[in-house]
């Protein structure tokens, strides 16, 4: 496999591990409260692991006027309203566990891969986005499911045209950044180290989410994205 497949499968694992679970909360040997995965078991015989209704999510809005009753709609909306994509390539559905799975968005048949994340929540037949991957855009601060305050660290590796990586902070109420900066990186598919700091204003709810994502040398149009949810101390 191509290192920066392996690179982007490897990402796609830890945003998916979120910090978030369903089942019996408990605590741990360090006081710390944990929660335990709940999965169930399906006429068939098959097995499904469940996210909690309150797993952290990027997209539709939480205040339910958007729901997608198919995961690749729910990943191209995403694409397009949340993230800014221009008439993206939207690829099938791939199946994870019964409740979840991937889709494949691409600027363009030959462009680069960003991998959306899907879920359905528990007591939910609609479809859910939890984040977004692409191996261009390796954030390592924020963790999906971080909580963040002003001013907002970004840390972490990337490549993208003359070395930027654009970034929006959303909250989860609001469509409107609450910030927009930039970070810089590597360029012409060499990775290189980012680090910055932007300030942003008070947010209106508890959780929010990052955007990162690089443009095409070509027309500025998104490129590839990276998306995390993050919640605000």
Known sequence: MHPRRVLQSALVLSLLA??????DDGDSADGTTTSTSSTTTADDGSSSTEAPSDQL????PADGSVTYDDPVEAATGFAIELVGFTDPVVGEFRQGDNRSGEVEVRPRADGPVTTVMVRQLSGDD?????AAATAAIVPTQPEAGATVTSPLELRGTSTGFEGT????????????PLVE???TGGSMGEMGSFENSVEF????????????????????SVWEATVLPVRFG
């Open 18 to 23: 979120l910090p978030v679970a369903c089942g």
């Open 57 to 60: 999510v990027v997209w539709p």
């Open 126 to 130: 609609t479809w859910s986005v939890l």
């Open 165 to 176: 990586v654009q970034v929006s902070l959303l909250d989860g109420t609001d469509p409107e």
């Open 181 to 183: 900066g930039f970070v």
């Open 201 to 220: 204003s008070e947010p209106t709810s508890a959780t929010g989410t990052v955007v990162m994502y690089s443009v095409s040398m070509e027309d500025g």
